[in-house]
């Protein structure tokens, strides 16, 4: 009988295995990275999944957002003033005082991370609703189901896959 020594596979099995019992550091790299893609969308102002430039604001809501009647229009109301034109130049798509975007975060913890934007209307801009004529503007890495494009899904399992295996990276 021959026998072989597999001590130091035996070892590197050992410390996969350690590693998945808190695989919060991977966790916090998911969560990051998520966040990441998403910050660029506002940035961007594009889907993050299609590439696709975001729906223009609406004249009504950009007529809203930067004074109405009172501040938009000259006494003769025939033509803008200088302050509606440089409000609509400098207006940035789903930031007004950029609450959405500060409210982006992710939590992760020993075996999830979870990315979420705390503001209550923060669905409505994922999704859009037709009914008060919001345009989707996706500003996550999540289809409309909820799942993540294949792209980034591959990027992430090489993630993983290397916090696992990588000598350098054992703890």
């Known amino acids: 009988m021959i026998e072989v020594n597999i001590q130091e ?3 590197y099995l050992t410390s996969i295995k ?3 019992k808190n695989l919060k550091p991977i966790m916090h790299t998911i969560g990051e990275k998520v966040k990441r893609v998403s910050l660029e969308s ?4 594009q889907d993050p999944i299609t590439s696709r ?10 007529f809203a957002q930067t004074g109405g009647k009172k501040k938009a229009f000259t006494k003769n109301k025939k033509s803008h003033t200088k302050s509606f034109k ?5 207006k940035r798509l789903l930031i007004k005082e950029g609450d959405l975007f500060k409210s982006i975060d992710y939590e992760a913890t020993k075996d999830s991370s979870e990315i979420y934007a705390s503001k209550v209307y923060a669905a409505t801009h994922f999704f859009g609703d037709n ?3 919001i345009k989707q503007r996706r500003y996550m890495p999540f289809t409309d189901s ?4 294949t792209k980034l899904k591959d ?16 703890t």
């Open 9 to 11: 596979l035996e070892d």
């Open 18 to 20: 350690d590693k998945t």
């Open 42 to 45: 506002f940035e961007k102002e």
């Open 53 to 62: 430039a975001w729906s223009p604001i609406s004249s009504t809501s950009l």
């Open 86 to 90: 440089n409000k609509i130049d400098k």
């Open 131 to 133: 009914k008060r004529n």
């Open 146 to 149: 909820l799942d993540l494009p």
């Open 155 to 170: 990027e992430l399992i090489e993630d993983i896959t290397d916090y696992l295996l990588d000598e350098k990276k054992r």
